[in-house]
DNA sequence: TAAACCAGTTTATAATATAAACCTAATATT
DNA sequence: AATATTAGGTTTATATTATAAACTGGTTTA
C-alpha cells in the first residue's frame, strides 16, 4: 500500500536542496542556504549527506579570494528524487 | 520560496497512519499496523502523538472479550493533513 | 495448566536533525 | 599596525525523533 520513502530525501532541509539543484544547473553554498532559510552548520552536514550518497556533486574554488562550494545534482540524484515525489504520492491520494 | 512542513505530519508512519485516516471512516490498531507494516510499538508511540496533537480521536472498546482501538481523523487533523500536502507542493515542482 | 498468542504499552537505544562553537582568511575600523 | 568584523564554511555537542526490545494483561489452544 504505502512505499517506503527515501530517509535521505524525507527530510525537509535535504529535500530543499534537492529541490532547488533538480531546476537549476548549479547552486552554492550561500544561494542554497538563503533560498532554504537554514544556518551553514545544519547545510554543511546535509550536503555532506547528499553527497556521500551521490545524490549531488560539490566542487570548492574561489571566487576572487574568498571560497565557494558549488552543488550540483547528479543523474543518481535525478532518479532518487524522482522516485521519492512517486512514492510519496502513495501517502496524498485525495479521498 | 519553501514552506516549513509540519513536523507531526512529515514522518512517514504518521503520514501514513493520517492517509488511511483521511479516506476511512475509521480504522482499527490492528488494520493500521498491518496497512503501515509498522511494528505495534512503534504505531502505538506514533497514534499517541497524533491524538495528542488533536489529529485524531482514540476510542478504546472491547471486540468480544479482546480489546479494540479504533482511530478517527478529527476536522483538525483533516485540515493539518491538507495543510501538509500543500505545502509539500511548494518541494516538489518538476523541472 | 502450561504454552502460545493477541493487542497493545512502556522503556531503552539508535538514528537524526539542529544549533552552538569553532576555524581560516579577508576586509573594514581606530 | 593592531583589532574588530564579516564571509564561508566545518566540527562537535545536544536535543529530538524514530524504532525496537521488553513487558503487561488477558485469551485461546493443546
Request: with cysteine; proline share 3%.
Amino acid at each position: 500500500m504505502f512505499k517506503d520513502l527515501d530517509p535521505l530525501l524525507h527530510s525537509q532541509l535535504r529535500l530543499g536542496v534537492m529541490s532547488i539543484l533538480i531546476s537549476a544547473v548549479e547552486a552554492d553554498f550561500v544561494f542554497i542556504r538563503e533560498k532554504t532559510n537554514s544556518t551553514a552548520g545544519n547545510l554543511s552536514v546535509q550536503i555532506d549527506k547528499l553527497r556521500d550518497a551521490g545524490y549531488i556533486s560539490v566542487e570548492k574554488s574561489f571566487k576572487g579570494k574568498m571560497p565557494r562550494t558549488t552543488c550540483r545534482i547528479t543523474p543518481e540524484g535525478v532518479t532518487a528524487f524522482e522516485k521519492y515525489v512517486e512514492d510519496l504520492n502513495s501517502y496524498l491520494q485525495k479521498k
